[in-house]
C-alpha cells in the first residue's frame, strides 16, 4: 500500500532526527508502524541512525518495537545493533525488544553488532536481565518451598543487574529507592542467595554451556555490597546505607583518592569464586600492578570491564559523588563539579572543599 504524504515525511523527519516534526505529526495521528518500500518503520530508521530521544518517543506512541516487516527480517534492536549507540538499545530493549530474534540469515541483534565491532552494543544486549527473566527466580523450583527471589524484589533488583553505574554510592542509591529490597531485612539475604545462584548459572558447566563472564561478575559485585549491608548488627538499613556511601565517597587529603572504596573493591575481585574466569583474569592484569592509591582505580577499570567501552571517559556533568552522568547541581564556588543533588554534595564536600579554591582559581 502506498503511503501518503504525511506517512512519507515522518519517516524522513525521522531519519533526519527532526524530533518536533515527528512529534507535530504523530500529534496529528500519522501512524506510528508505517513501512517504507523495504518494510522499514521510523522506528527502525531512528535506531538505525542513533536517535534517543525519537525512540522514547515513537515508543511512547505505541510504536512496534518487535516488528520484523523488513525485506532482510530486521528489527529495531538490530538496527539499533547496527548504529553502535548503547542508549538506543536500552530504550528498545525496556520497551520489550527479543534480543533472540533474527533475521533472514539467522543472525541476532548481538551477533550483528559483534560481527560489526560494536562491543558495547554486545554487551547491553547480552547482559540485559528483563523483569520476565527475574520471574523465574520468584517461582518456587523443585522441593523449594518458595522462590529465591521475593515477588516484591523484581524492579529494584532489575535495575541493580542492568546498571553501568558501578560506583558503590549509585548501587547503595538505587536499594534505598527501593525499601521493599530490604524490608524486612531477610529480603537481603534472599537477593544475596539469589546473585550467588546467578553466578554459578553464569559460569558453571554443570549450569551452562556459554559463559557469561560479565553477568557473574557484576553479580559478586553487588552481593558483596548487599552482604556488607548484612554484616552490620541494624535494621535502619537507610542509614546502614548512608555511613557506607559515606566512606566510598571520602577521599584523601592529597588528591581525593577513596581509598577505601579502592580497598574493597580490590578484596571483592580477589574474593570471585571462579579463579579461572577469563574476564577475572582480565581484571587481574589490569588492577594488580597499580600502585594503591594511584590511578587507573579498581572502579574505572571494573566499569570500563563490565560495559565494555571507555565508560570513565564520558565526563559530561558526572556526579562527583555517585558518576552518574549529566547531574545538575553544580559547586557554586568553583563551578568545575557537578552533583545530582544536595545528597551528593554533602557526601564529597569534607573532600571537595580542601581543593575546591584551588579549581576555583584554575578556572
Same mark, same amino acid.
Given at each position: 500500500m502506498a503511503l501518503d504524504?504525511?506517512?512519507?515525511?515522518?519517516?524522513?523527519?525521522?531519519?533526519?532526527g527532526s524530533f518536533e516534526d515527528v512529534e507535530r505529526l504523530l500529534k496529528a495521528r500519522v501512524p506510528v508502524d508505517v513501512h517504507d518500500e523495504h518494510g522499514m518503520t521510523p522506528l527502525q530508521h531512528a535506531a538505525f541512525k542513533g536517535h534517543t530521544k525519537i525512540c522514547s518517543l515513537l515508543l511512547a506512541h505505541g510504536a512496534d518495537v518487535n516488528d520484523h516487516e523488513h525485506? @532482510?527480517?530486521?528489527?529495531? /534492536?538490530?538496527?539499533?545493533?547496527?548504529?553502535?549507540?548503547?542508549?538506543?538499545? %536500552?530504550? #528498545?530493549?525496556?520497551?520489550?525488544?527479543?534480543?533472540?530474534?533474527?533475521?533472514?540469515?539467522?543472525?541476532?541483534?548481538?551477533?550483528?553488532?559483534?560481527?560489526?565491532g560494536q562491543k558495547q552494543c554486545v554487551d547491553t544486549i547480552n547482559n540485559y536481565v528483563t523483569l520476565e527473566d527475574l520471574k523465574y527466580y520468584t517461582t518456587p523450583q523443585g522441593q523449594e518451598a518458595e522462590g529465591k527471589l521475593p515477588e516484591?524484589?523484581?524492579?529494584?533488583?532489575?535495575?541493580?543487574?542492568?546498571?553501568?553505574?558501578?560506583?558503590?554510592?549509585?548501587?547503595?542509591?538505587?536499594?534505598?529507592?527501593?525499601?521493599?529490597?530490604? @524490608?524486612?531485612?531477610?529480603? /537481603?539475604?534472599?537477593?544475596?542467595?539469589?546473585?550467588?545462584?546467578?553466578?554459578? %548459572?553464569? #559460569?558453571?558447566p554443570y549450569h551452562t554451556t556459554?559463559?557469561?563472564?560479565?553477568?557473574?561478575?557484576?553479580s559478586h559485585f553487588i552481593k558483596t555490597l548487599i552482604d556488607a549491608l548484612l554484616e552490620k548488627n541494624s535494621d535502619d538499613i537507610d542509614k546502614v546505607c548512608g555511613d557506607l556511601c559515606k566512606k566510598f565517597a571520602h577521599g584523601t587529603e592529597n588528591g581525593g583518592f577513596r581509598m577505601f572504596e579502592e580497598k574493597f573493591l580490590r578484596e571483592t575481585i580477589r574474593n570471585f569464586p571462579f579463579k579461572q574466569c577469563p574476564l577475572l583474569q582480565q581484571l587481574v592484569r589490569l588492577i594488580a600492578p597499580v600502585v594503591l592509591g594511584q590511578?587507573?582505580?579498581? /572502579?574505572?577499570?571494573l566499569t570500563t570491564i563490565l560495559n565494555g567501552h571507555a565508560f570513565e571517559e564520558e565526563v559530561v556533568n558526572r556526579c562527583d559523588a555517585c558518576s552518574q552522568l549529566n547531574a545538575s547541581r553544580r559547586c557554586?564556588?568553583?563551578?568545575?563539579?557537578?552533583?545530582?543533588?544536595?545528597?551528593?554534595?554533602?557526601?564529597?564536600?569534607?573532600?571537595?572543599?580542601?581543593?575546591?579554591?584551588?579549581?576555583n582559581n584554575d578556572a
Open positions: 504524504s504525511g506517512e512519507k515525511t515522518i519517516i524522513d523527519y525521522t531519519t533526519e525485506d @532482510q527480517g530486521y528489527t529495531a /534492536l538490530m538496527f539499533g545493533a547496527l548504529s553502535g549507540n548503547s542508549e538506543v538499545i %536500552r530504550i #528498545l530493549l525496556e520497551a520489550g525488544a527479543k534480543s533472540h530474534q533474527t533475521n533472514r540469515i539467522g543472525r541476532t541483534a548481538a551477533q550483528l553488532a559483534a560481527f560489526t516484591s524484589c523484581v524492579q529494584g533488583f532489575q535495575l541493580l543487574l542492568i546498571t553501568t553505574n558501578f560506583n558503590p554510592v549509585h548501587l547503595f542509591n538505587i536499594i534505598c529507592k527501593y525499601p521493599e529490597l530490604y @524490608q524486612p531485612k531477610s529480603n /537481603l539475604k534472599r537477593i544475596s542467595n539469589t546473585l550467588s545462584f546467578i553466578i554459578e %548459572r553464569s #559460569l558453571d556459554e559463559p557469561n563472564d560479565t553477568l557473574a561478575i557484576k590511578n587507573p582505580s579498581a /572502579l574505572s577499570v557554586t564556588a568553583c563551578k568545575s563539579v557537578y552533583y545530582c543533588n544536595e545528597s551528593c554534595q554533602r557526601l564529597r564536600w569534607s573532600t571537595h572543599k580542601r581543593i575546591c579554591s584551588s579549581l
